[in-house]
């Protein structure tokens, strides 16, 4: 079997060259703190992070509920209200005005992993955000998309039985929904094909791309899926030439880019390379390799530009980054 360092070496060896030609990366700047497993929006013209894993102490997590804003053109990240208490792996989504953070993981008193059902949303000039009607089911590391004007949910981890609060009491779901914002209602849609967590997403032509990931039991996952709001259906696109999980993804309207990610087996480790998919010619390569590997970044597309924020430099919860860097793409 050809190890992930041996792949990775293949990869980049197939694209590396021209992408020295179309691609550079720039520092940009950095998080106030060291963060990860963060879901970054864009947001009043402005980059927002909400919550996320920091540096903790061996066997226990860190867990924050900083949010943090960096306005176009600003030099420094500014403090927005933070979020009811720490919470990691919550879907954090804007949607005109407003912005919402949708289920993720608390602390409690059964453990670090206690997976929420919470809907919370920040309005402009807000001191504080605001409880809603909780989701139909608890819910964590899942991907978002607004669709015509709908904030839609899909995969992630649920409850497994009752209990609630440890990494291993949770299951992969296929749910898929979208949240009407005036009442409060989610409606059930075709469930995703492929059940997973740690997967990474974008919209394309009102088209939403669902990307990678892992399951709890079976590992990372190279599966390409989309799903087209017009038909109300899933097709599966070429896969990644490679599975990842805790990856991250953005896109302008020609291509997709992938971020990062780690893995388990063989001692494990993290992916450095980019790739990117051509949305006519449904094909991957690999384009370029990031100054740092890491996981459990963040990703958005800004300015004509990718911002690549945060992650860890090592599997797990060791050796997170507040690094910030633009992946320029001339």
Known sequence: MVSHVVKAALLLSAGVTQAAELYRW????????????????????????????????????????????????????ANLPHLPEPRHHAMLVADNELLWTFGGFVESDDGQWTNTDSVLVLKPESDQWERRNPLPVKLSETVSAVLNGKIHLATGRTLKKDENGKWTDHIDTDWHAYFDQESGVWKRLAPVPTARNSACSVVVNNNWHVIGGRTVNGGNLAV???????????????????????????????????????YFDNGGGLYPDVLRYEIKRDKWKVVSSMPQATHGLGTIFWNDEVWVMGGAAQPGARKTKPAVFRFIID
């Open 26 to 77: 720039q520092s940009a700047p950095t998080l106030p703190a060291p963060v990860q497993e963060i879901y970054p929006v864009l947001w009043q013209n402005s980059l927002v992070v909400a919550g996320g894993i920091t540096e903790g102490t061996a066997g226990k997590l860190s867990v924050s509920a900083e949010v943090y804003q960096l306005q176009s053109g600003a030099d420094q990240w």
């Open 224 to 262: 390409h899926e989309v799903y087209n709001d017009k038909t109300k259906r899933w097709t599966a696109l070429t896969a990644m030439p490679e599975a990842r999980g805790g990856l991250a993804c953005a896109a302008d309207e020609n291509y997709i880019y992938v971020f990062g990610g780690e």
